[in-house]
């Protein structure tokens, strides 16, 4: 089949994958290997701007590309590599540098976060961090770029990098890419009022066992204004509720919908079939986790291998890059 062009996506390696990872990123990368000649990235560099040690990297990397091979994200109908794997990243990342007004980057509203979260370690990476994401992008000529909407800033920031860069070498070394905005709802924490994350404490994580599973989400907060086993509940404000809608059957989560309006169901037994729910949804997926940790090497080599074939087009672009500039 004729693909309909190159999608390019990189996160960060941040360990074991939680729900708001797989519904909000993870999940799509899957689908969009169809129709798309997929590049999936782990971005561990990028990840340097915000560590104070690297003490967790290379297994908070293996880690990740577990959750995203045993989802289904296929190494071999895809390219799945590290970062670092590839060196030309880093010459892409100075030379794009050199097209960048600096007060484009200390303008970004994701910058201005990141100094309010880490005030004591403003590098001069972090500043550059959209930099760099521009030379992921741009390196493995990549059309379309799937993110969530906090992501866009950067990737308007992208396009603007690759139009310098073609305008002053007077090239189209550069493709300028899209944004694919993935349009899943949002999947809050077990708090109930934060987005799902693992800095704050309140994620899921897909791989957990399903005893794991099931004690967090016994511990969800529901509708706060059901404090009584007999108060009728309200599903419209109930994450557990938002959750049911995803793993649980079209007959049951209608069901659950008016037992809760009329106090016919506890949130003890709506959260035990919540937990059942998505325990057999990832049963198929914690199997296939299982095999894979048998032996990480074989992770990766088969990292190494998606590295070896990013580099060849990654050669590609830099080639034409440096003729662009007139470099030796
Ligand atoms: N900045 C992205 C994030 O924080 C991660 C990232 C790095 C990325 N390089 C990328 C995403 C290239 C898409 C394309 O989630």
């Not at 909407?149 to 603007?160: L, M, N, T, Y």
């Not at 300028?176 to 949002?186: N, R, V």
């Not at 659950?256 to 506890?266: K, V």
Request: glycine letters at 4%; a neutral charge.
């Amino acid at each position: 089949m004729v693909k309909k062009g190159r999608v390019f996506s990189g996160a960060r390696p941040t360990g074991r994958q939680h729900l708001g990872n797989y519904f909000g990123a993870i999940s799509n990368y899957v689908a969009l290997q169809e129709e798309y000649d997929c590049v999936y990235c782990i971005v561990d560099l990028h990840a340097l701007t915000t560590l104070e040690s690297t003490r967790d990297l290379r297994k908070n990397t293996l880690e990740m590309a577990w959750d995203w091979l045993a989802a289904g994200i296929d190494p071999v109908k895809s390219i799945v590599f590290v970062q670092s794997m590839v060196r030309q990243i880093t010459e892409l990342h100075t030379i794009l540098s050199m097209v960048t007004p600096l007060g484009k980057l200390t303008d970004l509203p994701t910058f201005k976060e990141k100094v309010r979260e880490n005030p004591h370690n403003i590098n001069y990476g972090l500043v550059g961090y959209p930099v760099l994401m521009s030379a992921d992008i741009v390196l493995y000529k990549s059309n379309f770029v799937p993110v969530g909407i906090d992501q866009s800033p950067h990737i308007e920031f992208a396009r603007e990098t690759v139009r310098s860069f073609n305008f002053r070498y007077n090239t189209n070394a550069l493709i300028e890419p899209q944004a694919k905005f993935t349009s899943f709802p949002k999947i809050m924490g077990i708090d109930g009022v934060n987005k799902m994350s693992k800095s704050l404490n309140n994620d899921i994580e897909i791989a957990a066992t399903p005893e794991e599973t099931t004690k967090l989400v016994m511990q969800m907060v529901t509708d706060p204004q059901r404090q009584r086993r007999s108060d009728p509940g309200n599903p419209d404000v109930c994450n557990v509720f938002s959750l049911h809608k995803i793993f649980t059957s079209p007959e049951q989560v209608a069901s659950i919908n008016s037992e809760c309006r009329r106090a016919g169901i506890g949130c003890v037994d709506c959260k035990k079939m919540l937990a059942a729910n998505m325990n057999d949804y990832f049963t198929p997926l914690r199997a296939r986790r299982m095999e894979f940790q048998k032996d990480p090497d074989v992770t990766w080599d088969m990292l190494r291998d998606g590295a070896k074939r990013a580099s060849v087009i990654a050669e590609t672009t830099m080639v034409e890059v440096r003729k662009a500039i007139d470099l030796p």
